[in-house]
Structures are given as C-alpha cells and as structure tokens.
C-alpha cells in the first residue's frame, strides 16, 4: 500500500512539474521558433536464439508462474567449455555487439537515441537534439535499410524512414541495446539490410522505480519516472519522459512527451508480455528537409505482445503481434503555412507465429509464418495500401567439435505477386577456448517507403517505378579473449547492391528526384576492444569504410554517400565510489563533408544510496558541425539534474 501511494503521489508530482502534453494542431501555426560480459543475463530456453538473431522473448524460463526474482539476481549460464567458445556468444557465425545496462547508466541517456551514438559501427545522423528526429545507420547503409526491433519485434514505417526513430520508449526503461551488423533478411525480411538493432527494455514489474529531474542551456527542462508494481496477480510497469526546450537556434524548440506501459503475467502454462507506448513530438524542422523554417508534429502509438507455449519438452510455439500508428503533420514554411502543408497518417500490424524445436544434440530449429498490414492515409501521398507475407526457417547447429554452423531462408510476397527469397548461411570455428573465426554470406532486401513512390513537394519527387533494393552480403571476423577482462573484435564485410534507392538532382536550384543506382559497392573493416575490471569499463572501437557505384557522376546524392569513411571513439567509465564519471570522444570524416571531433562527458555524485546528482556536457570542445548536409548540430551543452530511486 505504502508503494502504490508513493507511486500515485509521483506521478501527480511529475505531471504538474512538467506539465501536460502539447495538442496535435493540425490548423494553427507551430507554438515553437534540438554484449558483454557484466550485463545481466538469463538461463538458456529450449529455441533460444537471442544470441545469433535477437529474437527471442528475454524471459528467466518456462515456467507456469511468473518469476518474482530481480534482473540483478538472476544466475548466467555457464560457458560451455568447448573450442567453439568465443568473446561473446558459443557458436554465433555473427559480429554482434552489446550496450550492457551498466554503460547506459554511465551515459545518463535524456533520449534513447543518445545511446545510439555510442554503440559500435553505427551512424546516428541527428536533426534536432534529445531525440527529436534522427536517422540510424549501420556500416554505410542508409537509414532506410537499417532495422530497428523493440524486445525483438520490428519497428516500421511505410510512410518514410525517417520516422522509424520516433520512439514510445522512455530512456528509463531502456535495458540493453543490441546490434547485429550486415544481412538479416533470412529471418526479418525487408530493411534488414545493413545491420539489425535491437533495444530490450527492463522486464516489467522489477527492480527499483526511478523519478529525474533535469534542466540545463536553452530552457531546456525534463524529467522522467519509472514505476513498477505488482497488482492483480500481474507485474506492471509505467513510465513516462517530458521535455521541452527552446531550442539552440532559430525555429529549433522542441516539446516531447513519452509514456509507455508494460506488463507480464502467466495463464496455466502460458507465460506472455503485453507493451504499450505513446510518443508527441511538437518541433521546429528548421531546415531539415529543405533549405524552409519547417514545423512539424508526429504522434506515435504502439502496442505489441507475445506469449509462449510449451507444445513438448523440446517444442515452443512463440504467437507475437505488434500494432503502430504514426501521425505526422508537416508545414514547409512556417511564415506561409498555407503554402504546402502535410497530414500523413500511417498504420503497420503484424502477426507472428514462431515455432522453435531444440534438436537432438543441441541444435535449434525455428519455423515461422508472418503477415503485416501497412496503410497509409496522406494529404500528400493519397490513401495507399500494401499487405506482406511470410514464412521462414532457420537453422541453428550445436558445437560440432571446433565447428558450428547455422542458415536460414525466407521468401516474402507482397502485393499478392512479388516474391524475394533470402537465404544466409554462416559458420565459426574455434581456434582454442578464446579464439574463434567466423564468416557468414547473406541476401538482404528492402522495399522502398511510400515517400519514395509517391512524394511531391517543391524540393522533392517521388516515384511510383521504383523496384526493391537487393544486396549479396559477406562477412569475416576474428573474436577473442586475449586477456582476463579484454575483448576483442575484428570484422570484414563486402556489401554488393542492386537498384539502390537514393534520392538524387542536377543542381541546387532542381529538386530531388528518387530513383534506382545500378549498382554500389560497400567494402569496410571495424574493430573493437573492450577491457572491464573492479568498476572501470574502457572501450575503443573503429571503423573504416569505402563505397564505390555506378552511377550519373554529374548527379548530387542526397543520403547515400553521406557515410562516414574514417570512425573512431573511445570512452571510459567508472560505476563504483561516490563519483562516477564517463567520458565519450568520437572521431568523424564523411565522405562529403570535413572531419570533426566530438567530446561528451558525465560526472555522477552518489550523495545518498538511492539518490545521485549529475552533470552532463554534450559537445564539449563546442564543434561546429553538421551530421546531414545542411543541418548545424548544437555546440555545447551543459545539463544537470537529480536522479532518485525508491523501492
């Protein structure tokens, strides 16, 4: 009773502290002129291929009843003790890489984007800060042909990538954050082109609730809560996040609201997750699309759920659906908002039923069949519809001496006629219990948005004939253990693309015009390295890049070659005493533009057991830069706040 009290009292505190969120005007002008080895880990599943693919529900086990046992207190599994062992899994053929739960702490994220930025090989291309609007990239690709999954289930829109960000997470209920770089489209289909990412959120019901404040340059003030509790028999969880800021120039300020809601339960034999969430974004689009004082206003709803049947000892069925709803209402020119003006209303539902077989020996078979539902209902594109389906099988060996093995394909037919087949096939081997090799070819695939189709306006030109993207990709690496507390990595890729979709012109003064590149050749190499002991964690990653095309060379690329060709950041961070620090610096040359550095920076001061004070400066050496043509980032920024936990 004293909990639910405490939560209620909290949850009134923060509403009239931040206040309510913004309306969704669609008629009156804009009110605004910015894996590894200490993260938690759960025991093995029948069928759990979260290591390989990142799919799997993040469940403790198999159980009729839900476990009441903290993340913190769960047990890892033991590492087999074979040849086939490796830095970060037993037998993935993949280069994968994990943010753990304790260097996101160290971060203070005030977006979940923030995160982003930091994790390994990935290119978070920023319009407006605190997770305003940003595109996510992976290892050269685009945004568009990057995936992003919420605890496992895709996050799309067919209306444009760039809205695939516009998350209904609160920062405080992010847990980890996965990446797998290069082919996916053997087991996602479409978009898992250059690298899948995956954000797992904390199990609901558990662990600690949260309450932060913040405020810092730019009138910028927010804040966030966290309440879990047990009521009904169930575990639940909400979370909300506000924040509003003036914005670091003209026609940038920005209104956010975030809220999301989970909960988890166990029918007889039947474990399942339910998640909701809600995102408003109210903000200032100066420049983003085009050289225009732009606003723009998007709503996101989300609802996704899954549960877990035990049909034998061996045999899971795993039915999962995911429902979202964006709103986005755009205005070019905010001085003459009658001028061009877009309403986009888009909806995607998916149904899933997984069957995961653990084979004889140890191997994992996993069965599936998909269908998704996109529509579209715009001012601009007209009302449009497109309806997917799927089946796939992938294949998982157990360790076979030094050797494992795993493949996979899928064919996807969408409008009833229009099939891609995706295979992959991958192997590892063990050099010794520290050192593996490991290699994977794939074919990926991507369906190009709606924008991409049907969009006008005066700075840019859809166009309906465009076919899908294709891509063969291959992968090598090296991953060890050179030392206790170090990791290590090394990947090379080759990425060979068919009918690229980029949007292109002749001069500044013409618009963009969408359409297919023959053909582009992605070649790049990144490396890792990773040593934790006694409260310190140190990691160095870099990465370079080489595209070739062929291609009109008298023709500007809007997105495509805006890749960075040379990537470096380092960053250090302490968790145990009463001051704990972390710094980030990252190193940056794009292919089209001039080399920078960034340098970010936290300070944390644990005054009491449950309650800490922190600083956080983005931007620190106060760089001028610009991640998208066109768009200037913000110089420096201090923040500051109070974070509290209660039990």
């Known amino acids: 009773m004293l909990r639910r009290n405490l939560c209620t009292f909290l949850c009134l505190a923060f509403q009239l502290a931040l206040g309510a969120p913004a309306g969704f005007a669609q008629t009156s002008g804009p009110s605004l002129l910015a894996p590894s080895p200490d993260s938690p880990s759960t025991p093995a599943l029948p069928g759990n291929f979260q290591r390989l693919e990142l799919s799997t529900p993040n469940w403790p086990a198999l159980e009729s009843v839900l476990l009441k046992t903290p993340r913190s207190a769960v047990t890892p599994p033991a590492v087999p003790k074979t040849a086939a062992a490796n830095s970060s899994t037993t037998d993935s053929s993949r280069a994968q890489v994990r943010v753990s739960a304790d260097q996101i702490r160290m971060q203070m994220p005030l ?50 990538g760039h809205n695939r960000l516009d998350l209904p997470l609160p920062p405080c209920e992010l847990e980890t954050v996965d990446l797998l770089p290069g082919h996916a489209s053997s087991r996602f289909g479409s978009e898992a082109f250059g690298g899948t990412v995956n954000l797992t959120t904390k199990p609901a019901g558990q662990g600690p609730g949260e309450v932060e404040f913040f ?42 609201f975030q809220a999301g809601y989970a909960a988890q339960g166990a029918l007889p034999a039947l474990p399942w997750k339910l998640r909701l969430g809600f995102a408003d974004k109210n903000f200032g689009a100066n420049d983003f699309y085009a050289a225009y004082p732009s606003w723009e206003h998007t709503r996101t709803a989300t609802a996704a759920g899954r549960a877990r049947y035990a049909l034998a000892p061996e045999i899971a069925l795993l039915p999962q659906f995911s429902f979202r709803h964006h709103e986005d209402f755009f205005l070019l020119d905010v001085y003459h908002p009658s001028a061009f003006a877009n309403q986009h209303t888009s909806q995607v539902s998916s149904v899933e039923v997984p069957a995961l077989w653990t084979l004889p020996g140890g191997g994992e078979l996993r069965l599936g069949l998909e269908g998704r539902w996109e529509d579209l209902d715009s001012s601009n594109l007209g009302v449009r519809q497109r309806t997917l389906g799927s089946g796939y099988a992938f294949f998982q060996s157990a360790p076979l001496g030094p050797w494992a093995i795993d493949a996979g394909l899928r064919l996807d037919v969408w409008d009833a006629a229009n099939p891609a087949w995706s295979p992959s096939l991958g192997a590892a081997y063990g050099l010794s219990e520290n050192w593996k090799l490991r290699g994977s070819a794939g074919r990926a695939f991507r369906l190009p948005d709606f924008t991409e189709l049907y969009y006008t306006n005066p700075g840019n030109l859809g166009n309906p004939a465009l076919a899908p993207e294709k891509a063969w990709v291959y992968e090598a690496g090296l991953d060890g253990r050179p030392a206790p507390g170090w990791l290590s990595q090394l990947t090379i890729f080759r990425r060979d693309e068919f009918d690229v979709i980029d949007w292109t012109r002749a001069g500044a003064r013409d618009p963009w015009q ?98 800490s004070f922190f600083v956080k400066v983005t931007n620190a050496l106060n760089v001028g830069y610009e991640e998208i043509p066109g768009v200037p980032q913000p110089g420096r920024w201090f923040l500051g706040g109070v974070d509290i936990k209660f039990l």
Do not use: C
């Open 111 to 160: 977006a979940t984007e923030d995160v982003l930025h930091t994790l390994p090989g990935t290119d978070v291309q920023s319009r407006g800060p605190l997770g305003i609007q940003n595109d996510l990239a992976v290892n050269g690709s685009t945004s568009s042909q990057t995936l992003l999954l919420l605890d496992g289930m895709p996050l799309r829109d067919p209306q444009t």
């Open 215 to 256: 405020g810092g340059d730019f009138k910028t003030l927010g804040g966030q809560m966290r309440l879990p509790f047990a009521l009904g028999g169930l575990e639940h969880t909400f979370a909300f996040n506000r924040v509003t800021t003036q914005g670091f120039r003209e026609d940038t300020g920005a209104e956010i």
């Open 514 to 611: 969408a359409g297919n590149l023959s053909r582009v050749w992605v070649t790049g190499v990144t490396v890792l390295g990773r040593w934790t002991r006694a409260g310190w964690d140190l990691q160095a990653d870099a990465g370079l890049l080489s595209l070739q095309s062929i291609r009109d060379e008298t023709l500007q690329s809007k997105y495509q070659f805006n890749y960075p060709a040379q990537r470096f950041q380092v960053q250090a961070g302490y968790t145990q005493g009463t001051l704990q620090p972390w710094v980030h610096a990252a190193y940056l040359r794009r292919e089209t533009g001039a080399a920078y550095w960034l340098l970010d920076a936290v300070l944390r001061w644990q005054a009491w057991e449950q309650t």
